[in-house]
C-alpha cells in the first residue's frame, strides 16, 4: 500500500497501483492515471483547497459528486465543509472500490454510476460537484445541456464544476464561445472566465464566486447565486508540487526527479 499527503495535512491510501503502459489510452482507470501524474494531482489539490475554503458560512451541507476519481476533492470536501451526507459517484468500478477502502470522517453513499444517471435520479444536494474530464462552454450547452443546466434548478448552495477549454489558445475557438456567451469579444482565458460567469447569472441567477487555473489545462469553478465579481488564481505545475506526494516519496517528487 501507498500512501499519499494531499496538501500536506490529509492522507489518501491506494492499495493497488500499477502502470498502464500496456493497456489501451481509452481503457485506462483515472486511478493509475492520477497517481502517475503527481505533478497535476498535486496543483489540483491546493487549487481545489483555495476555491472551497471558507466560501461558504459554517453549516451542515448535503454533497453529491458525480465524478469522483480517486478522492481528491472527497478528501478536500469533508475537511473543509461539515458535511451531513455524502454521495459519491463515478463510472470507473477501480476508482470506487479505492474510494470504498478509504477511512472517511462522513462515510459516503458510494455509487457506481454515471454522472448523467447520476443527476437525472439525484439533484437535491447543497454542494455539487461535476470533476469533467474534458469541457467548455460549447461541451457544457451541446452534449452536457441535459445534466449541466439542471445542476442549477435545485436552489444549491455550491456548484463546482471543471472547464478545461484553456488547453487550447482562446483565439482557436474564442469566436465561438463569445457567440454562446454573448459577450464582447474574447482575447484572454480571463475574459472568458468572466463572460461565463455573465452568462450563468443571466441564465440562473449565480455567478463564479473563485476560478482557479490549474496549470495549462484546467480551470475549477466555483459558483454560489447572485452576482459576484469572480476572483481567479493561478497554479502552476512547477510551483505546487507538494499539494499531493506519496510519502517516502517526496524528495524525489519535489525535485522533479
Ligand atoms: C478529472 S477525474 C475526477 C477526479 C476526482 N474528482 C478527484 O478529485 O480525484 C474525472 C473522472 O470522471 C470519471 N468519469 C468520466 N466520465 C464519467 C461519467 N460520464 N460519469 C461518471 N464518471 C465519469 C472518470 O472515470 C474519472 O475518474
Not at 26 to 51: C, I, Q
Request: proline share 3%; net charge negative.
Amino acid at each position: 500500500m501507498k500512501t499519499a499527503k494531499i496538501c500536506k495535512e490529509w492522507e489518501l491510501n491506494f492499495n493497488s497501483l500499477q502502470s498502464e503502459d500496456d493497456v489501451s489510452l481509452h481503457k485506462r482507470s483515472y486511478l493509475h492515471y492520477a497517481s502517475e501524474h503527481s505533478d497535476f494531482v498535486a496543483a489540483k489539490s491546493w487549487a481545489t483547497k483555495w476555491l472551497l475554503e471558507n466560501i461558504l458560512p459554517d453549516q451542515p451541507y448535503t454533497c453529491h459528486e458525480y465524478m469522483a476519481g480517486i478522492g481528491v476533492q472527497t478528501v478536500l470536501t469533508q475537511k473543509l465543509f461539515n458535511i451531513s451526507k455524502h454521495i459519491v459517484g463515478e463510472l470507473d468500478p477501480e476508482c470506487i472500490e479505492h474510494l470504498e477502502q478509504q477511512e472517511w470522517d462522513v462515510k459516503p453513499i458510494f455509487k457506481l454510476e454515471s454522472a448523467q444517471d447520476a443527476i437525472k435520479d439525484s439533484n437535491d444536494c447543497d454542494l455539487k460537484f461535476l470533476d469533467l474530464p474534458s469541457s467548455s462552454i460549447l461541451k457544457i450547452t451541446r452534449e452536457w445541456k441535459d445534466c449541466f443546466l439542471p445542476l442549477f434548478e435545485n436552489d444549491p448552495k455550491l456548484v463546482v464544476w471543471t472547464d478545461t477549454s484553456i488547453t487550447y489558445h482562446i483565439s482557436i475557438h474564442g469566436e465561438k464561445y463569445r457567440k454562446i456567451l454573448e459577450s464582447d469579444e474574447l482575447l484572454t482565458k480571463e475574459d472568458y472566465i468572466r463572460a461565463y460567469s455573465e452568462w450563468l447569472y443571466k441564465k440562473f441567477g449565480y455567478s463564479i464566486k473563485r476560478a482557479a487555473i490549474r496549470g495549462r489545462n484546467a480551470v475549477y469553478f466555483a459558483a454560489v447565486k447572485g452576482k459576484e465579481e469572480t476572483i481567479i488564481k493561478e497554479f502552476p505545475l512547477n510551483e505546487n508540487l507538494n499539494g499531493f506526494y506519496f510519502l517516502g516519496e517526496e524528495r524525489a517528487t519535489l525535485d522533479g526527479l
